[in-house]
Structure formats: C-alpha cells, structure tokens
C-alpha cells in the first residue's frame, strides 16, 4: 500500500494529501489547483516556514541569503536550477535573512548564504558559502 504524504502547497500553502506514488505525476493543490511542484524555490516568510517545515513529509532544503550578498546573488541560478533537479524528493525554498531576521537568529544563521537541510522538521545537514548546482544535488542527495 502507498502511504499518503502530506504536501505544503508553494502557492496557498494548504496542506495536501497524496500518495507517494503521484509525485512524479505533476500533482495539483486540491485548493488552489496550482501545480504542486514548480522546479522553482518557494519564498517563506516567519509564518510560511514554519507551515513548510512541520507539515512536509519530504525534506525542505533552505538557503538563507541576503539580497546585498554578492555570494548569495551568485549562488541564487544554481539553487533556482537545483530545484528543478531535486524537485518531488525535496522542497527548495528560501529565506531572505534581512527581512526574516528573527527566523535567522532562531537557525543560528551566521554567514550567507547558508544551505539547512530539514527532515522531518528537523536540521539534519547544513552547508554555508556558494557552491554550484552540481554541489547543491550532490550534497542535498548526499544527506537526505
């Protein structure tokens, strides 16, 4: 039996119910009716993250960045291109650290740009400084 995994919609952040099987299908929101996976991070925010990170039964790979971070602009195509790689396993998103300053202080966030891999709602893995695409999958496939 394929037991159902529970989704956080990129656009209304509803909750979805599907099985495992569907991921690979382009699956919808059942309320917004917007893909599911877009190949592209979702923006979180202080009140989005937390739905993301405690109701995604996939792992969530954040990069915390700045946008007066020239390490962070460069980093940002890559990240943009792991999403495409990685999506249904994982969920990218990102949190900009200067408006999100308390979410950064909560992870300890301490150079930018920072990779946070979570499972389960917890940090497994953490990667701080620029690196590629190819360092982005192989790293977050490394530790999910």
């Known amino acids: 039996m394929d037991t159902p995994l529970h989704l956080v919609c990129p656009h209304c952040h509803a909750v979805n119910r599907m099985p495992a099987a569907r ?19 979702v923006e979180l925010t202080a009140s989005t993250f937390a739905r993301h990170l405690g109701r995604n039964d996939i792992p969530l790979l954040v990069d915390f960045w700045a946008p007066w971070c020239g ?4 980093m940002a195509p890559a990240f943009e ?27 300890g966030i301490r ?15 953490r990667q701080a400084g620029a690196i590629g695409v190819k360092e982005i999958v192989q790293w977050a496939n490394t530790h999910h």
């Open 111 to 125: 150079s930018i740009p920072t990779l946070a891999l979570f499972k389960g709602g917890r940090e497994v893995a």
């Open 71 to 74: 390490p962070c602009k460069m």
């Open 81 to 107: 291109q792991a999403a495409n790689v990685l999506e249904p396993n994982l969920r990218l998103a990102k949190v900009n650290t200067e408006t999100e300053q308390m979410l950064a202080n909560q992870y």
């Open 23 to 41: 991921l690979a299908q382009h699956p919808g929101c059942g309320q917004c009716h917007q893909p599911i996976f877009t190949g592209r991070p």
